[in-house]
């Protein structure tokens, strides 16, 4: 028989080891279960610290700052790996950390002045090791330390600053206030999380000095007075551990070029902080997520830390006031932890919570709420066998108690273990992999690469990976001065080129495979083929993802289809599982974009049934899809023909135009817009002569259509009619005479004249 109030402040070589074993758990379960490569959602940040694209915005400073060095003392692939590795072993770390904080919280909160035996004793480090042991082997931390990624780092501060805090409140030594203060200003100038954690901190002081001054229990021999603490030098080494992050960030951006990429100067820079802090808040979950957890994980921790002083502070049987509410935060925490696949309340809100950070933060309180329930209940449950008058010996725990606490330990261990290994979120991530491989491999003599713009990232950095200089160009890239920036790397300032690029890059694209002698020299297409097709001309040779218009021999171009077919296949098989999986949204996106590239050259080659069947796999377009037919459908029920035809001319859907055009020339044989649609419907299906009638009929209302003068001297061009050709492309360039098109058009009609 011990007395617990001898050792109540301590954590001894048995916190120590339990600790060491739940870290060294949750190292081998990523090691081990952890999906292989790179999350695309790291792709970005990997690019910007490799050199690959310059960072978009300020955050996160500090890990770019820890990591970019890597990529330059060994490359890009050793780089890699070494994140890989430094990633669980972080895992470990935040799981010791997590044991540590649940014991020393149950420490601060089991009260008693009874000597009670040795196995009374055990009830902390059990279910702090319990609670630590879910949290090592959840989803949200398995997700965050596939790598040593940003939100691995910030919850290493946050668990690193706990722990410090809660050490420092039992132990006393400002050698752990101190450190803990400047951890939180760094935490703060990552994510504005940061900035509670000084109240948190001062919140929890008060209320255990609130305890000890109600008696709740007794005063810890170093908890200092109110008047003794340090609050200045709490103060400002909080905001010298800000201050210092800040600057951080910020020069760690701008040495990096994200300054020049964003046209900001370096004051820009520290004034967008707000900015940024409201992105990442505003980014880290929907409305819905942060209610749902702060409501189930934040709220249960809680309540809980309220309730479970009454409970154990004196060997008065537990009130049912207090039973029933822990009873039930323990089973709302339990929901959190993603252990039982039954109950996985994130399996269907993961989409609402964005942030890795905030996803492991909302699981760690669901892990110390779930100990805090397992340790009240085996606490109220051992008490029963004590006998109050200490003159009787103590009646040892039923054989039933004894085996309880395993019984329960075992129970949800066995659970986690079948629930742990994701082979089909493996299988995604390894066949977004294999198909950024393939692209760079098929791009051998390749320098631009026109593509969508979701793989790009990827695409770059397996390109460095293997020593090759491919940059991508976005065609779906917008106006903001960064992404203009990063589709106009590699081109001199002022060039053609990079004016073209500035301006979009179907214009490039445009100016390249219509008007550049031998522009499509070293230049591979994903995306973009209209234009050939506008143009009549032969598609540029495919292979399995990338078309090159020269120099891609047959054989070449087979062993490309040959493997893009086998990634399909791929996809194929775990179509079904894919669809019911809870991947991260950016692996999502990842794996749906390579489904439809490998569907889109499929269809270009008239592998009809392999489009067909990868269609029908990628959940993402079908549900796209759908809201589309149920969108057009809810548009057009209620629309007259003329309100239809607008509509359909707005979305240059020619054929739907058709229809709602044949209504409305019943009443007005000569509608301009009625006419427009059924020649341009015309020309896409090749009946020159019939598109020359409809759009001349244009011109009797609007002479000085510059879209109708355009298209009917293609029109005329595609007949052979030279002469009426340029008659009406110059007339559109004296409507529009700064308009690319119509001047491209003027110059093709003159080259075909004889």
């Known amino acids: 028989m011990c007395d617990m109030m001898n050792d109540r402040w301590q954590i001894g070589i048995r916190d120590f080891a339990l600790a060491i074993m739940a870290g060294a758990i949750a190292f081998f379960a990523v090691q081990i279960w952890g999906v292989p490569g790179v999350d695309p959602s790291m792709w970005d940040e990997i690019a910007a610290v490799s050199g690959v694209r310059p960072p978009c915005g300020i955050f996160p400073g500090l890990w770019r700052l820890l990591t ?118 760094l935490l703060a100038s990552e994510t504005a999380f940061g900035f509670a954690l000084p109240f948190v901190l001062v919140r929890s002081y008060m209320g255990i000095w609130w305890c000890v001054m109600d008696g709740l229990f007794p005063k810890p021999e170093k908890l200092a007075e109110p008047f003794e603490l340090p609050k200045w030098r709490m103060f400002f080494l909080f905001l010298g551990g800000l201050g210092f992050g800040i600057w951080l960030n910020g020069a760690q951006f701008i040495f990096l070029g994200g300054a020049e990429a964003n046209g900001w100067s370096t004051a820009d820079v520290y004034f967008r902080y707000a900015t940024g802090y409201w992105y ?141 290994p994701n082979p089909v979120e493996t299988e995604m991530q ?28 990827g695409v770059e950095l397996e390109a460095k990976r293997q020593g090759k200089e491919l940059k991508t160009l976005n065609m779906m890239s917008g106006a903001s001065k960064w992404e203009v920036n990063v589709r106009c790397r590699g081109f001199e300032p002022g060039s053609p080129d990079y004016t073209a690029a500035a301006t979009g890059i179907p214009s490039l694209l445009r100016i390249w495979a219509g008007e550049k002698v031998n522009g499509m020299d070293g230049v591979g297409l994903q995306l973009g083929f209209e234009f050939w097709k506008r143009e009549q001309k032969t598609l540029p040779k495919a292979s399995g993802m990338v078309a090159i218009e020269k120099g891609l021999d047959d054989a070449t171009a087979e062993q490309g289809i040959q493997r893009a077919k086998a990634i399909a296949d791929r996809i194929l098989a775990i179509a ?82 058709r229809r709602y055009a044949a209504a409305v020339m019943q009443n007005d044989p000569d509608d301009p817009q009625a006419n427009f649609a059924m020649g341009m419907d015309a020309l896409m299906n090749k009946k020159y002569e019939e598109a020359q009638r409809y759009l001349e009929k244009v011109l009797k209302r609007r002479p000085k259509e510059p879209a109708v003068l355009n298209n009917l001297s293609i029109v005329c061009r595609k007949q052979r009619k030279y002469k009426e050709a340029e008659d009406y492309a110059r007339r559109a360039v004296d409507v529009l005479p700064g308009s690319p098109e119509v001047q491209g058009t003027l110059k093709d009609a003159l080259e075909k004249a004889p």
Request: charged share 15%; proline share 5%.
């Open 576 to 657: 079904d599982k894919a669809a019911k999986a809870n991947p991260s949204p950016a692996l999502a996106s990842a794996f749906s974009a390579v489904n439809w590239l490998i569907s889109r050259f499929a269809r270009l080659r008239n592998e009809v049934d392999v489009a067909k069947g990868l269609d029908r796999a990628n959940t993402d377009l079908q549900r796209m899809l759908l809201a589309v037919e149920i969108e057009r459908q809810r548009t057009f029920m209620h629309l007259t023909p003329l309100e239809g035809l607008e509509i359909a001319l707005r979305r240059a859907n020619y054929a739907e135009a």
């Open 280 to 420: 990442t808040i505003r980014h880290a979950a929907s409305l819905i997520g942060w209610v749902l957890g702060l409501g189930f994980c934040v709220f249960p921790l809680v309540l809980g830390i309220c309730l479970f002083p009454t409970l154990a502070r004196d060997d008065r049987p537990m009130p049912f006031a207090c039973g029933a509410p822990m009873f039930f935060i323990g089973i709302l925490a339990l929901m959190q932890t993603g252990v039982i696949p039954v109950t996985r309340f994130w399996s269907f809100s993961s989409v609402e919570v964005y942030s890795g950070f905030l996803l492991a933060f909302f699981n760690f309180c669901a892990m110390v709420t779930v100990s805090l329930f397992g340790a009240a209940f085996a606490f109220e449950c051992q008490r029963t066998y004590l006998n109050a008058d200490e003159e009787l010996p103590v009646q040892p725990p039923g054989l039933a108690l004894r085996g309880l606490a395993p019984f329960i330990g075992l129970v949800l261990a066995v659970a986690a273990v079948f629930s742990v």
């Open 68 to 185: 970019g060095w890597m990529f330059w003392l060994f490359g890009t692939s050793a780089a890699i790996a070494i994140l890989k590795f430094v990633g669980s072993v972080g895992a470990g770390l935040c799981t010791m950390l997590v044991c540590l904080i649940a014991r020393q919280v149950l420490a601060l909160l089991i009260r008693t002045s009874h000597p009670f035996p040795v196995w009374y004793r055990r009830i902390a480090p059990f279910f702090a090791f319990l609670g630590a042991f879910f949290f090592g082997i959840g989803e949200p931390l398995a997700n965050a330390a596939q790598i040593f990624t940003p939100d691995l780092l910030r919850l290493l501060m946050l668990l690193a600053s706990v722990h410090l805090s809660l050490r420092w409140l039992v132990g006393g030594g400002r050698w752990r206030l101190f450190p803990a203060m400047v951890i939180m200003g």
């Open 430 to 457: 390894s066949i977004v992999d294999a198909a950024i491989e393939e692209t760079v491999r098929e791009c051998e003599n390749v320098k631009w690469l026109f593509t969508d713009g979701r793989l790009d990232a």
